[in-house]
């Protein structure tokens, strides 16, 4: 990510929400995630969402642009600023994504230019007005070199029509290995079976240029419809303390690399890198150099 890499401009549609545990809240949802990292990486970022006119939504705002990421586009609103509560069933947690919150409601942005990519995920499409708003967004496609589609699956809150129109629009669809069985593809996943899955969804979504598949320990992978090649990045290394924000940072640091030119192989790389680093740490956006060896 060296000074003389060519900047690149996202544009990024949806949550940004707090996980509240007891006295302690943290800043997340996944399309905030990304465009934090994206910005960390040297990425021209806007976001498209909405807060309350609360404590929450200030304080939220005032994360995006501790990160670098530009908050023209988001709305304050009066209703709750979106966020989860996370409860203890023993040791495993259990999360609430409360409804009816402003990333459920994101009204058209007034200002809404070109940009070398656009991001969008599931759960914010739950909302009917935010789901109208990226229906406006994205058929304006023209606007976009590359439209980025996390799948990124939370809970109940997605419908499979949903999913499929959303797979419909983009260029670029990223989903992990249990998302797959949402996907409707007679092509199912076990291990050896990456690129058949990846060919199956190609050849439903023909509009799609690129498939990328996260696969926790076994690494990640990504499919080029158009040459019809297959890559694999190498197996991670590290033990996981916390997979919170690896797959938010995987697409960010792969599509920001992609953007500029660096190929396939070489983005894969970086991204799995990246995501392999993020699991020892606490936090969806934990610190670190964009120009550290790993992402070079």
């Not at 399309?31 to 021209?44: K, M, Q, S, T, V």
Request: include cysteine; proline fraction near 4%; glycine fraction near 10%.
């Amino acid at each position: 990510m060296n000074e003389t890499a060519k900047n690149v401009k996202i544009t990024v549609f949806g949550e940004m929400l707090w996980d509240i545990f007891g006295d302690e809240r943290t800043i997340g949802g996944a399309p905030f995630n990304f465009a934090a990292h994206a910005a960390r990486l040297g990425a021209d970022v806007e976001l498209i969402s909405a807060v309350g006119d609360d404590e929450l939504g200030r304080d939220a705002i005032a994360a995006a642009r501790g990160f670098g990421v530009g908050v023209d586009m988001i709305a304050t609103l009066d209703v709750d600023t979106g966020y989860c509560r996370v409860t203890l069933d023993g040791s495993s947690p259990s999360y609430e994504l409360v409804g009816g919150v402003a990333y459920d409601k994101i009204p058209p942005p007034q200002t809404a230019g070109r940009a070398d990519a656009f991001y969008f995920g599931t759960l914010a499409q739950r909302g009917e007005v935010s789901a109208a708003t990226l229906c406006g967004l994205l058929s304006a496609r023209d606007r976009y070199g590359e439209i980025f589609y996390d799948v990124n699956i939370r809970g109940n809150h997605w419908a499979r029509g949903v999913v499929d129109s959303s797979a419909r629009a983009a260029t670029i669809l990223k989903l992990s290995r249990e998302e797959i069985v949402m996907m409707d593809i007679d092509a199912a996943y076990e291990p050896g079976a990456e690129r058949a899955v990846c060919e199956a969804l190609a050849d439903k979504y023909q509009n799609l240029r690129l498939v990328a598949l996260t696969l926790d320990r076994d690494g990640s992978a990504v499919y080029d419809a158009r040459t019809r090649e297959f890559y694999r990045s190498p197996i991670p290394t590290s033990k996981p303390l916390s997979t919170v924000g690896a797959g938010d940072s995987f697409s960010a640091c792969f599509l920001v690399n992609y953007l500029r030119g660096e190929g396939i192989e070489r983005s894969l790389r970086r991204a799995t890198a990246l995501s392999d680093y993020v699991v020892t740490q606490l936090g969806a956006v934990p610190f670190y150099d964009p120009n550290d060896k790993m992402l070079l």
